[in-house]
């Protein structure tokens, strides 16, 4: 019972992070479509939360097999109280949602509102379970492969489907042009930018230090208790640390690149931090956590500028390569760092690690082409020109978050029942 409770509580302290990444998206987009990426992410959470019960649930659980089935005491109403495994399957939900608001934000400013469900759906549903049960039940946790908080398996695997999704929806009108250049289409409010990473780095303690705790309950522990303070306490120092690290390595990139520090990327590195240090937190030491950290500081702000102006992927609010980057070299540094069980050898847990990363990155970037493709095929995935003109807080919702400054006419709902 007390397992449960705490388990419980760190999980919604964990939400917070996700409240931070929807202040973190709207602030990063232009103020006519910062209302409708909050209506995104809200759909997300709810989508993301219904389908998991329905069946994602029974996927991440199921003992058939090491690689993909069902477990009929999972679906829907089949989940009832007194199995005593209900804090874990709502934990594990949070985690599932601290990485599917990726799509939403890689595509921000120009698909539209249903075909992005389907992004939901398909992660909540599908994707990640699959990755999450390969990663932390299924037959990359029987080769040993280490991913403790899902920096692989969840970062990874929502920041591929994201940056699928990104391609195939094409980039914002006038955000790339004819002679080869990039135009920079900058956010609204960025300190509500920095008000929400912050607010991520609330949320991301417990989701770290709840994940690694976990895997002893999980396991049957004979006394969880005691884990909890040689794994969930050092989580918790080792997650500043890589966060600390990592956006002080993104303020020297911005002075030495720029001249000046840049706060965006600045704010990006420190992301990819926190995302990098998920796969080993309470596996690896302080000092490396602090190193992995400082490697992400300094390429992921790197990668980020590539892909907009190399890679002419248009990614608002850079989580593309806060993601996969961030995930990536997590997961391939605990190979580096983590501490050997009796009988492995270094290059064997890099191998580990490697399969792992390729197999999870190669079943995104397949299933959400497939969606996002079929989606494109059946109809139209992106808004009008005019409506990107426009804002989609307008033409999609017919309100705008900030109404004193819009001179459009919006709709109230008494003309639109009419």
């Not at 919604?12 to 987009?29: I, M, S, W």
């Not at 540094?333 to 990363?357: D, K, M, N, S, Y």
């Not at 109809?379 to 004193?404: N, T």
Request: glycine share 12%; aromatic share 8%.
């Amino acid at each position: 019972m007390v397992i449960d409770v705490i388990v419980a509580v760190l999980g919604a302290a964990a939400l917070l992070g996700r409240a931070g990444f929807c202040l973190y998206a709207a602030g990063l987009v232009r103020s006519k479509n910062s209302a409708g990426m909050v209506a995104r992410l809200l759909c997300d959470l709810c989508l993301v939360t219904l389908i998991f019960w329905i069946v994602g649930a029974a996927i991440l659980f199921q003992t058939t097999n090491a690689y993909f089935s069902l477990n009929p005491k999972f679906l829907a109403a089949k989940i009832v109280n007194g199995q005593g495994i209900e804090s874990i399957v709502f934990f594990q939900l949070v985690m599932i949602l601290m990485a599917s608001g990726a799509v939403a934000g890689a595509t921000a400013e120009r698909i539209r509102f249903f075909p992005l469900c389907a992004a939901s759906i398909l992660l909540g549903g599908l994707l990640l379970p699959v990755t999450a049960h390969w990663a932390w039940y299924g037959w990359l946790a029987d080769r040993g492969f280490i991913d403790v908080a899902g920096g692989a398996a969840l970062q990874l695997a929502a920041g591929v489907c994201a940056c699928v999704a990104a391609i195939l929806v094409g980039a914002r009108t006038g955000k790339f042009n004819r002679d080869g250049s990039s135009s920079m289409i900058p956010g609204h409010n960025l300190p509500l930018v920095g008000i929400g990473v912050m607010l991520m780095l609330v949320g991301w303690l417990p989701y770290v230090c709840g994940s690694a705790w976990i895997g002893s309950v999980v396991a049957g522990h004979a006394n969880p208790f005691r884990h909890m303070t040689e794994s969930a306490s050092p989580a918790a120092m080792q997650t500043m640390l890589a966060a600390a690290a990592a956006g002080f390595m993104a303020i020297l990139v911005g002075q030495l690149r720029y001249g000046k520090p840049d706060i965006v990327l600045a704010l990006i590195g420190f992301l990819g931090g926190c995302v990098a240090i998920a796969p080993g937190a309470g596996v690896v030491g302080a000092p490396a956590a602090a190193l992995i950290g400082a490697v992400a500081g300094i390429f992921i702000p790197i990668i980020a500028v590539t892909i907009d102006l190399r890679m002419r992927i248009d990614d608002p609010t850079g989580i593309v390569a806060i993601q996969i980057l961030g995930g990536g070299w997590g997961t391939l540094a605990v190979g580096f760092f983590c501490p050997l069980h009796e009988g492995a050898t270094r290059g064997h847990q890099i191998g580990i690690q490697i399969a792992g990363i390729a197999a999870i990155a190669a079943l995104s970037a397949v299933l959400s082409f497939i969606l996002f493709a079929l989606i494109k095929l059946l109809g139209s995935i992106r808004a009008k020109e005019a409506d990107e003109f426009d804002g989609l807080d307008l033409a999609e919702h017919d309100i705008g978050a900030y109404p004193d400054f819009q001179q459009t006419t919006i709709k109230s709902y008494h003309l639109r029942e009419m």
